[in-house]
């Protein structure tokens, strides 16, 4: 029996520049938390975090031409709004003075953030910066992550210092010298 | 600065430099490591040290602002200069506030040097495993090659052609297997010398090598006989560069010295058969065949 080539072209193989820029991002995360360990990599990540929260923050603020800070609540939508962007599917669970509550059933990094904390560094980070930027203060607590197996991500957002238990948790400050606005 | 000042037996403890300065850049704590390594800096104590470290690094100044807009640590790696050659170190930045409530108003500060002697341990390592890898593709080319010739020997022959045979022979267009034997090599040895007739073997190796794909696998055999693997091709396509082959050798002058020497070849092919064994058995007999029949020709095996 004749055997017929091997069609590469069509086999049902998952791989797509969306798909490849993933699995660089998470290799590359999880090679830095392997070398340098976790809590170094988070250091590392958190710089690049801070560059892409304050570019998208400035992002948000030119496309709706909005100069001065955004309100609370067009914070939580553009938090949101910037996940479902990318394949998230973060909600506002409940929104208050003192903190925004987010959940999300779907990372944007899919099943691939299992076990590499350290990329939600850059969640954090991107959220910290957003929010401390506009609203002065945030402390991102990551109270449950897809990375850690828990299912899903719950997210607190503490917006005045009193109200945030988590010690461990990030702080982030208005960035007075930013040059967004 | 009350902080600050109970951190002063704190950063002492510590082995690396570690200094602590104002949001304006002002040193305004150190240990004896950061003093011992600013004195090899030939650091200025009344410069701003963030401007000094950004001139070295010109990230430097975004790490340290970082650290002042959020707490945690922030981590880059700088190079500095010591000693007439450049040191790289990890830097670890901090933020200091005064409270729970405040931003901080300064930054502890960390220089950790990088392990050079591991790293120029790993270099000669690296070094030594390039040579090593370079030192076994000599071995195995020895192995693998002809000296004479250049082509591949017998034993590489096998480990390749064997390789994939199976789902070879099961194609299309499979292939064949072409015997070739220098007609009366001995009395080119006997007539013109030994070095004469290497001669003409590199030469018909050249012939051969340069009329077949970079697919096939042109081998010697060993004496005066050659074998050439054509892969994915069928027998009619192939007897066509089989007889170029032929003909290049017949037609061609090989020169050794001021002597012209003209040699024929007989040719045994085979189409692919169940086992490369057989097909080499097949082969050989069809070469067999031309060489009984008069020489300089083609012989196909018919199954």
Redesign the interface.
Known sequence: ???S?IQVENLPVKHSKEVFLLQLVSQLSKTLEDVVGL??A???I??VG?RIGKLLNADYHTASCVNESFDLETVARVLVDLKHRIDGNFKIDSLSPDKIVLLNSRCPFGDKVIGKPSLCMMTS?VF??IT?DNLGYAKVELDETIAKSDGRCRIVIHLV??QAEDNSA??????T?SDRQ | MPIINSADGIIECFKEAIFICTTAGEVVQSNSSANSLFNTFQYDFSHNVVNWLTTHHQQFV??F??S?????????NINLPVNNEFRRYTT?LCGIREN??T??YAVLIRLEPKMRNMDFQFQDLKQHMQQVNQHLKVEYRHAHQDELTGLYNRRHFYSVASRGYN?LV???SAGCLVMLDIDNFKKINDVHGHEAGDTVLAQVAAILTNNSRNEDIPTRWGGEEFMLFLRNINVTDALIIIDRIRTSIASNTFIYGSTDIYVTVSIGVCSLQQSLDETIRCCDAALYTAKRSGKNMVIVHQD
């Open positions: 029996m004749a055997a080539k809590e170094d988070e250091g590392f958190s710089l801070t980070n910290g910066r401390a210092y009193e990030r702080e982030y400050f208005q960035d010298t | 975004e790490w602002h970082i002042t807009i959020q707490t945690g640590i922030v981590k880059g670890h729970a409530v931003k901080p789902n099961n194609s299309t």
